[in-house]
């Protein structure tokens, strides 16, 4: 299947992060580093926000490998893991419990806003370059006292995913070699 080029390109700067070791697999110590590194970097929030997206990076770990991992080898190749994130009707439900959970993460206090700071915390957790956190923060439009809404995140998280969708907040994310 053909993606649009630019959903090719975000994914596989997701994938170049989440291959944590640089070995070109993602593997299940991979996921755990990355998930470590974001709780890590969630100072402000409650062990149920903490437990949710660790659970979330379970869940997006169990469905590569359950779906890609065919020789069972504990490993996703960069091939494997385009068509398969890629794929909403495969991959959707993994992407809306790891969106649900990580903007909610961002949200510490509970009052549906999400401060810049916190924001960059945690993608940079996840591995996403300074001056590319600012560029999709700003795409969010932040009210006056620089927040942005809990829920335009979670969207955009989901959003980042379309294989059709060309024109997301997310291609901020990609390197400016990757455009």
């Known amino acids: 299947m053909d993606h649009h080029p630019q959903a090719a390109a975000r994914v596989e700067h997701v994938f ?25 970097a969630a100072t402000g929030s409650d062990r149920g926000a903490k437990d949710a997206i660790r659970a979330a990076f379970d ?11 065919a020789n069972g ?8 893991f385009r ?8 991959f959707g439900a993994a992407v809306e419990q790891f969106a649900e959970a990580l903007s909610a993460l961002g949200d510490p206090d509970g009052d549906g806003l999400i401060e ?6 945690l993608m940079k957790a996840i591995g996403f370059g300074h ?5 999709l923060f700003d795409s969010f439009e932040p009210d006056a006292q620089d927040l942005i809404e809990v829920e335009v995140w979670r969207a955009a998280i989901v959003e980042f995913y379309e294989p059709d969708n060309g024109d997301t907040r997310g291609n901020h994310l990609i390197p400016a070699q990757g455009r």
């Open 83 to 90: 068509s398969f994130v890629l794929s909403p009707e495969q």
């Open 73 to 80: 080898d504990g490993r996703i190749s960069v091939e494997e």
């Open 16 to 40: 170049d992060l989440f291959d944590t070791d640089g070995n070109g697999f993602i593997e299940a110590a991979d996921i755990e580093l990355m998930t470590n590194r974001v709780i890590a």
């Open 131 to 135: 001056e590319n956190l600012h560029a």
């Open 116 to 121: 810049r700071p916190v924001f960059e915390a």
């Open 59 to 69: 869940r997006y770990w169990a469905t590569m490998a359950a779906e890609l991992d």
